[in-house]
C-alpha cells in the first residue's frame, strides 16, 4: 500500500514538473527540468517494478525490492539537492517531495524486516576459489567477457573510418533500442576517439559494448538494466580546474565493467544507484572520484589519485547512503590505490585519503587491497572539516597491506572499524551487496565470498 502510495504520488509529481515547463527561463533551469522529469519517470519505473515483485508478476526477491526502493528513493531525493547545489533558488520543487521520500523510506524499513526474517542460514561452505563474477552473470555473459574478443559474434559495429555499420555509439546504441526481443545485444567498437555523451535508456536492457582497450568515449548515462562494457576507454577530459567532470554515470542494475579504464579528475565515476560490478579495471581521479549510493563492488582493479589543484586533497570515495535500510556500500577488494604518474612527484605534498562521507549513512570496506605511501596515516577524512556522519557512517578495513596500510594511524571515529569477524567480512562482498542479508552461524567459519583465495 505505501508504495502503490508513493507511485501515485510521483506520477503528479512528474505531472507538476511538465507544468512547470513553460515557466522556466534559465540554461540551468532547463536542464534541472529536464534532468527531474527523467528521475521521475525512472522512480515510476522501479516502483512498479517493485509492485510487480510485490504481487508475483516477475521472478524476483525482496533483496530485488530494496534495490529498486532504494533506487527510488535516491532519485526523489535527487531533483531538491541538484537544485540546491546549484543554487537555482527560482527552481520549483514539488511540495511532495519529502512526503515521497518518507513513504518510500517506510517502505525500506519494512521490506528489510522481512529480509531479515527469511535470511537464510550459512550451513557450509564451498571449497572453491576466487568467484571471477557474481552469481547474476550468465554463462554465456561469463563466455562473452572472458573469450577473445576477435572470437566475438557482433550485432553491430561502430568505426570512425566507416568500416562498420555506424560511425557513431549512440546510434549503434538507438538501433538496438529498436529491437522487440531483449536479449543480450553486442556492439563491437572499433578503436577511436568518439567525442559522444553516450546513454543507454532503462528499457534498453542486455547491452553489450565491446572495444578493443583504445576506445576513448564518454559515458553519460547507463541505465539500461544488465549493461555490460569490456575494454572500453571512458574519458572525460576536462582537467582538474573545472571542477566536477563524470566520466561515468551508470544505473545500470546488474552491470558488470570488465578491462575499462574510467579516467576523470573530480567525480570520475557516478554510482548513483543498483548493483554494479568493476573487475580488472583501472580508474583514476581526484576529489570524490568514486561516488554515490549504489551497492558496488570494485574488485581486482588498479585505483590511481592524480594530482589536484594546489591546497586539494585527494578523496577517492565519497559514498551516499541516506537511510540506513538501504543496501547500498562502496566495496574495494583485493585492488591496489597508487599514485597516477603526474602525482607521483608530489605524494608528499599532497593528502590522498580513502573517503569521505557524501551523506549520514557512507559506507565503505577497503579489503585485501595494496595501499601505496599515497595514502595518508589517518586513512579517511570528514567531510569539510565537519562533524558530519562521525556518528552514522561506517568505514572498515580488512587485511590489507602495502606502505599505507597500517591503521595504528587510523581516525579514532568509533565508527570506523578494523574488520575482525566473518559477518561484518561478509557484509562488503558481492554476495552480501548483490544477494541480500544472510543469518551468520554463531560459530566463526570460512564462507564463500570469493575472498579465501585472495588472502
Same mark, same amino acid.
Given at each position: 500500500?505505501?508504495?502503490?502510495?508513493?507511485?501515485?504520488?510521483?506520477?503528479?509529481?512528474?505531472?507538476?514538473?511538465?507544468?512547470?515547463?513553460?515557466?522556466?527561463m534559465?540554461?540551468?533551469?532547463?536542464?534541472?527540468?529536464?534532468?527531474?522529469?527523467?528521475?521521475?519517470?525512472?522512480?515510476?519505473?522501479?516502483?512498479?517494478?517493485?509492485?510487480?515483485?510485490?504481487?508475483?508478476?516477475?521472478?524476483?526477491?525482496?533483496?530485488?525490492?530494496?534495490?529498486w526502493?532504494?533506487t527510488?528513493?535516491t532519485?526523489?531525493?535527487?531533483?531538491?539537492?541538484?537544485?540546491?547545489?546549484?543554487?537555482?533558488?527560482?527552481?520549483?520543487?514539488?511540495?511532495?517531495?519529502?512526503? =515521497?521520500t518518507?513513504?518510500?523510506?517506510?517502505?525500506?524499513?519494512?521490506?528489510?524486516?522481512?529480509?531479515?526474517?527469511?535470511?537464510?542460514?550459512?550451513?557450509?561452505?564451498?571449497?572453491?576459489?576466487?568467484?571471477?563474477?557474481?552469481?547474476?552473470?550468465?554463462?554465456?555473459?561469463?563466455?562473452?567477457?572472458?573469450?577473445?574478443?576477435?572470437?566475438?559474434?557482433?550485432?553491430?559495429?561502430?568505426?570512425?573510418?566507416?568500416?562498420?555499420?555506424?560511425?557513431?555509439?549512440?546510434?549503434?546504441?538507438?538501433?538496438?533500442?529498436?529491437?522487440?526481443?531483449?536479449?543480450?545485444?553486442?556492439?563491437?567498437?572499433?578503436?577511436?576517439?568518439?567525442?559522444?555523451?553516450?546513454?543507454?535508456?532503462?528499457?534498453n536492457?542486455?547491452?553489450?559494448l565491446?572495444?578493443?582497450?583504445? *576506445?576513448?568515449?564518454?559515458?553519460?548515462?547507463?541505465?539500461?538494466?544488465?549493461?555490460?562494457?569490456?575494454?572500453?576507454?571512458?574519458?572525460?577530459?576536462?582537467?582538474?580546474?573545472?571542477?566536477?567532470?563524470?566520466?561515468?554515470?551508470?544505473?545500470?542494475?546488474?552491470?558488470?565493467?570488465?578491462?575499462?579504464?574510467? =579516467?576523470?579528475?573530480?567525480?570520475?565515476?557516478?554510482?548513483?544507484?543498483?548493483?554494479?560490478?568493476?573487475?580488472k579495471c583501472?580508474?583514476?581521479?581526484?576529489?570524490?572520484?568514486?561516488?554515490?549510493?549504489?551497492?558496488?563492488?570494485?574488485?581486482?582493479?588498479?585505483?590511481?589519485?592524480?594530482?589536484?589543484?594546489?591546497?586539494?586533497?585527494?578523496?577517492?570515495?565519497?559514498?551516499?547512503?541516506?537511510?540506513?535500510?538501504?543496501?547500498?556500500?562502496?566495496?574495494?577488494?583485493?585492488?591496489?590505490?597508487?599514485?597516477?604518474?603526474?602525482?607521483?612527484?608530489?605524494?608528499?605534498?599532497?593528502?590522498?585519503?580513502?573517503?569521505?562521507?557524501?551523506?549520514?549513512?557512507?559506507?565503505?570496506?577497503?579489503?585485501?587491497?595494496?595501499?601505496?605511501?599515497?595514502?595518508?596515516?589517518?586513512?579517511?577524512?570528514?567531510?569539510?572539516?565537519?562533524?558530519?556522519?562521525?556518528?552514522?557512517?561506517?568505514?572498515?578495513?580488512y587485511?590489507?597491506?602495502?606502505?599505507?596500510?597500517?591503521?595504528?594511524?587510523?581516525?579514532k571515529?568509533?565508527?570506523?572499524?578494523?574488520?575482525?569477524?566473518?559477518y561484518?567480512?561478509?557484509?562488503?562482498?558481492?554476495?552480501?551487496?548483490?544477494?541480500?542479508?544472510?543469518?551468520?552461524?554463531? *560459530?566463526? =567459519?570460512?564462507?564463500?565470498t570469493?575472498?579465501?583465495?585472495?588472502?
Amino acid at each position: 500500500m505505501l508504495v502503490q502510495l508513493a507511485l501515485k504520488q510521483v506520477l503528479i509529481m512528474q505531472s507538476e514538473e511538465q507544468d512547470f515547463e513553460q515557466s522556466l527561463m534559465s540554461k540551468k533551469n532547463k536542464a534541472l527540468h529536464n534532468d527531474c522529469l527523467e528521475l521521475y519517470e525512472n522512480t515510476i519505473f522501479h516502483l512498479n517494478l517493485t509492485i510487480e515483485c510485490m504481487h508475483g508478476k516477475r521472478s524476483c526477491s525482496p533483496f530485488d525490492a530494496q534495490t529498486w526502493l532504494s533506487t527510488a528513493h535516491t532519485n526523489i531525493q535527487t531533483c531538491p539537492t541538484a537544485a540546491s547545489e546549484l543554487n537555482a533558488v527560482d527552481f520549483k520543487v514539488s511540495k511532495l517531495s519529502n512526503n =515521497v521520500t518518507e513513504m518510500i523510506s517506510n517502505s525500506l524499513a519494512i521490506n528489510m524486516d522481512f529480509l531479515k526474517q527469511n535470511a537464510n542460514n550459512i550451513h557450509q561452505t564451498a571449497n572453491g576459489g576466487s568467484k571471477v563474477f557474481p552469481s547474476w552473470v550468465s554463462s554465456s555473459d561469463r563466455k562473452l567477457l572472458m573469450t577473445s574478443s576477435s572470437s566475438i559474434k557482433a550485432d553491430l559495429v561502430v568505426a570512425k573510418d566507416g568500416s562498420g555499420n555506424f560511425r557513431n555509439i549512440q546510434d549503434a546504441i538507438n538501433e538496438a533500442a529498436k529491437r522487440e526481443s531483449k536479449t543480450r545485444f553486442v556492439i563491437y567498437v572499433k578503436k577511436g576517439t568518439y567525442v559522444e555523451n553516450i546513454k543507454v535508456d532503462v528499457n534498453n536492457e542486455y547491452i553489450m559494448l565491446v572495444g578493443d582497450g583504445k *576506445t576513448n568515449t564518454t559515458i553519460t548515462a547507463v541505465e539500461g538494466y544488465k549493461f555490460i562494457a569490456r575494454d572500453i576507454s571512458i574519458i572525460n577530459t576536462a582537467g582538474p580546474a573545472k571542477g566536477q567532470a563524470v566520466a561515468l554515470r551508470s544505473s545500470s542494475d546488474m552491470s558488470v565493467f570488465y578491462r575499462c579504464s574510467i =579516467v576523470g579528475y573530480q567525480d570520475t565515476l557516478y554510482v548513483p544507484t543498483q548493483r554494479q560490478f568493476y573487475t580488472k579495471c583501472s580508474i583514476y581521479g581526484t576529489i570524490d572520484f568514486i561516488f554515490g549510493d549504489a551497492a558496488v563492488v570494485i574488485q581486482s582493479c588498479n585505483i590511481y589519485a592524480r594530482k589536484p589543484l594546489q591546497g586539494q586533497a585527494n578523496m577517492i570515495t565519497a559514498q551516499g547512503r541516506d537511510d540506513v535500510h538501504k543496501n547500498s556500500a562502496i566495496s574495494i577488494l583485493n585492488c591496489r590505490i597508487k599514485a597516477a604518474p603526474d602525482l607521483k612527484p608530489n605524494v608528499d605534498k599532497v593528502a590522498t585519503y580513502l573517503g569521505r562521507p557524501w551523506k549520514k549513512y557512507a559506507r565503505v570496506g577497503v579489503m585485501y587491497t595494496f595501499l601505496d605511501t599515497l595514502v595518508n596515516p589517518k586513512g579517511w577524512s570528514p567531510w569539510n572539516s565537519s562533524d558530519f556522519a562521525l556518528d552514522t557512517l561506517y568505514y572498515g578495513e580488512y587485511k590489507n597491506y602495502g606502505p599505507g596500510s597500517s591503521i595504528s594511524g587510523r581516525v579514532k571515529w568509533h565508527t570506523f572499524h578494523a574488520l575482525k569477524s566473518t559477518y561484518e567480512v561478509f557484509q562488503f562482498t558481492a554476495d552480501a551487496l548483490f544477494s541480500g542479508p544472510i543469518l551468520m552461524p554463531t *560459530t566463526d =567459519v570460512s564462507i564463500s565470498t570469493g575472498l579465501r583465495s585472495l588472502s
